[in-house]
């Protein structure tokens, strides 16, 4: 286990809807990325935080949206959900001063009806 | 779009057998690339990486192969067993120290 929990597990919406995503990182990493894994896809970049501040996005619209937290842990936001959001949402956590070393939670599948 | 592709989507392998993936990428000012194995249900957990300036690594029955002139990573896995079913995603850390991943490999094995 990599210490970096999600949640919730699981969550349908329909088109249209907003929906809030949780992240808790990893003890001793001050850095959250999120990445979108569609079925079938490798994990897609959406953003990455540090020092509560955007650090680097991937080319996702302005309705994704995050936030980081003093704590380090991190929301991911949607608004106006469409039927290509259906995916699954992965936070990584790692040290902004070794990058590289992602380390994943188990992800949110998002349902959009 | 992309730059971490990969060549085969599904990868059969005896139970014991070496299995190799392959992986091609095409940003060549990419300096750091890893190997990313997921199980079902899981996120994507780390395996090994390697640096540019290296063209093999080797870690506990696994290898990582990096060949520059080419632009071709590749991972090899030794005497395959029945844990190492999972898809198997290369990545690369692009110039801006962002990870981005390709397709991947489904990794089965054959008993």
């Known amino acids: ?13 329909t088109r249209g809807q907003q929906v809030t995503l949780r992240c808790s990182s990893q003890s001793g990493h001050n850095t959250v990325s999120w990445y979108q894994q569609a079925l ?7 953003f990455q935080y540090y020092r509560e501040e955007e650090n680097g996005r991937g080319n996702f619209p302005p309705r994704f949206s995050g936030l980081q937290f ?7 936001n949607v608004n106006a959900l469409e039927l290509d ?8 956590s790692s040290r902004l001063e070794s990058n590289e070393k992602l380390f994943f939670g188990s992800g949110t599948q998002l349902s959009v009806l | 779009g992309e730059s971490v ?4 989507p599904t990868l059969s392998v ?3 057998d070496n299995s190799i993936i392959n992986c091609a990428y095409s940003n060549s000012a990419s300096d750091y690339f890893i190997w990313y194995k997921q199980e079902s249900g899981k996120g994507p957990q780390f395996i090994i990486d390697i640096r ?6 080797q870690g506990q029955r696994v290898t990582v192969l990096l060949n520059k002139t080419v632009k071709h990573l590749s991972l090899q896995i030794a005497a395959t067993q029945p844990g190492d079913s999972a898809v198997y995603f290369c ?3 692009i110039p801006d120290d962002k990870i981005i991943f390709g397709k991947g490999t489904r990794l089965h094995i054959l008993p």
């Open chain 1, 1 to 13: 286990e990599t210490g970096v929990t999600q949640s919730p597990t699981h969550l349908i919406k």
């Open chain 1, 40 to 46: 079938g896809q490798g994990p897609q970049f959406i």
């Open chain 1, 70 to 76: 003093p704590n380090y842990s991190s929301e991911l």
């Open chain 1, 85 to 92: 959001d259906s995916a699954l949402y992965l936070c990584a």
């Open chain 2, 5 to 8: 592709g990969l060549h085969l």
């Open chain 2, 14 to 16: 005896q139970e014991g």
């Open chain 2, 52 to 57: 540019s300036n290296m063209d093999k690594r």
């Open chain 2, 91 to 93: 990545a690369e850390n």
